[in-house]
T-cell receptor
Framework: SAVISQKPSRDICQRGTSLTIQCQVD?????MFWYRQQPGQSLTLIAT?????????ESGFVIDKFPISRPNLTFSTLTVSNMSPEDSSIYLC??????????????????FGPGTRLLVL | LAKTTQPISMDSYEGQEVNITCSHN???????ITWYQQFPSQGPRFIIQ???TKVTNEVASLFIPADRKSSTLSLPRVSLSDTAVYYC???????????FGKGTRLSVIA
């Protein structure tokens, strides 16, 4: 399994400012993802962040708004830039880690961090 | 990726068995069915995964018929703490991020 921590756990920000969210994993992982969950909604994938390469963004998300860093195999940051109230969401970091179990199926499981709750005023 | 369809919400009394059915008509040969649970203010948590027939762990059972176009998550004897959103997902490899649908909001009442 993988234990993921995120900082900050929550924040209240003013519009026009930026916030950087940190994600720390207790083991080395290749694949890391960032999701957004707006109030009362399901999770939406923002981007895939692999160490040593540029992040890959999903439709509707751009690097200028959500720059991502992935300096090593245990850490990543997501910045929410020039924030507006529409950016108020929970931002979640997620990794794929070997399951290490037996039986048929992919040997990887996707784990999620506790999320960062962002409110933009 | 195959699209999944599941009920928006379900209610249950404590102590009952809850079955949540998910349809995935376009599931591919290499796809697996995965279920996650999410409590308020927490990230989703892996519950169970299967390819076909039946899979059981300490939390739940997963029933998958031969055609694999649907699956049923079974939660035995639910308690109030099982109140959460349950997501049915289809995945084919560890390199592909999970794509979430709307999920099923389960409410357990005393």
């Amino acid at each position: 399994s993988a234990v993921i921590s995120q900082k900050p756990s929550r924040d209240i920000c003013q519009r026009g400012t930026s916030l950087t969210i940190q994600c720390q994993v207790d083991s080395q992982v290749t694949m890391m993802f960032w999701y957004r969950q707006q109030p009362g909604q399901s999770l939406t994938l923002i981007a895939t962040a692999n160490q040593g390469s540029e992040a890959t963004y999903e439709s509707g998300f751009v690097i200028d708004k959500f720059p991502i860093s992935r300096p090593n195999l245990t850490f990543s940051t997501l910045t929410v830039s020039n924030m507006s109230p529409e950016d108020s969401s929970i931002y979640l970091c997620s990794v794929v880690s070997p399951k290490g179990g037996t039986g048929r199926g992919p040997q990887e499981t996707q784990y999620f961090g506790p999320g960062t709750r962002l409110l933009v005023l | 990726l195959a699209k999944t369809t599941q009920p928006i919400s379900m209610d249950s009394y404590e102590g009952q068995e809850v079955n949540i059915t998910c349809s995935h008509n376009n599931i591919a040969t290499n796809d697996y069915i995965t279920w996650y649970q999410q409590f308020p203010s927490q990230g989703p948590r892996f519950i169970i995964q299967g390819y076909k027939t039946k899979v059981t762990n300490e939390v739940a059972s997963l029933f998958i018929p031969a055609d694999r176009k649907s699956s049923t998550l079974s939660l035995p004897r639910v308690s109030l703490s099982d109140t959460a959103v349950y997501y049915c997902l289809v995945r084919n490899s560890g390199n592909t991020p999970l794509v979430f649908g709307k999920g099923t909001r389960l409410s357990v009442i005393a």
